[in-house]
């Protein structure tokens, strides 16, 4: 078995080497780049705006490390009087451990749907939310958010840009690497990679096994024409690990 994995850095290189490590073949290249969003800058008005007993929902490790990477800069801290609210476990571990506030999150999946389940969640008319996020993605839970009656904003603390990739090269590039396994962690990586490689290639991208984090990514993949499909645990890189080990 041969591995790419196409996760952005630095999670994307720590799995391969992880990998790597456990005696596999295993290759790194990023669909994706992260980088400073758009309205990072305005992150400390937006946050002004919230009283006591509002919500703040970070949405991805990178919206943790950029929003906290922001505030750090302007010599503010957290609010102590928010709840907040993470996307997944490793998301809120990643925030528990940069601000040592409490955040909920689900116990199971790492998915806005997950999210959207809690109990806590579920009569939140006339609050104020916040949702600290990047650019693109699902608009699922800012809609259900607001059907149920909150008032939400949005921040893009960082934005994800495509790395461009001449599509011949690289499918020549992986095929001949004897690359047998893809590891997607989102629909628009997903989405690239299935238009990335054309032609004559996409009948050996499709034979090959695809692991994702979620059901809703297995459910894209087999309307693309996937047929090999492993939904891990959860999208953080140990539940990746042992998908594929």
Request: aromatic letters at 10%; a negative charge.
């Amino acid at each position: 078995m041969s591995i790419l994995i196409t996760r952005p850095s630095p999670a994307g290189e720590q799995l391969t080497q992880r990998l790597i490590d456990a005696g596999k073949h295993a290759f790194h290249a990023p669909l994706i780049e992260i980088a400073a969003g758009k309205e990072l800058s305005i992150l400390e008005n937006k946050l002004n705006k919230l009283s006591t007993g509002d919500y703040l929902f970070l949405l991805s490790k990178n919206a943790v490390w950029y929003a906290n990477w922001q505030l750090n800069q302007l010599q503010q801290s957290w609010p102590d009087t928010l709840f907040y609210y993470g996307i997944g476990q490793s998301t809120a571990e990643e925030f528990q451990q940069l601000t040592g506030h409490s955040i909920r999150y689900p116990e199971f999946g790492e998915t806005s749907e997950d999210l959207l389940a809690l109990s806590s969640l579920q009569q939140i008319e006339n609050k104020r939310v916040l949702l600290l996020r990047g650019n693109g993605g699902r608009e699922l839970l800012a809609t259900t958010l607001r059907q149920r009656g909150a008032i939400v904003d949005e921040c893009e603390c960082y934005q994800r840009l495509f790395i461009d990739y001449v599509s011949e090269e690289f499918a020549l590039k992986w095929k001949n690497a004897q690359v047998d396994t893809f590891v997607v962690t989102s629909g628009e990586m997903l989405q690239q990679l299935f238009y990335l490689v054309a032609g004559s290639e996409k009948a050996w991208l499709l034979d090959s096994h695809l692991v994702v984090v979620s059901k809703r990514l297995a459910t894209i993949a087999s309307t693309l024409g996937f047929k090999k499909i492993t939904v891990a645990e959860s999208a953080n890189n140990d539940a990746l690990f042992h998908a594929l080990i």
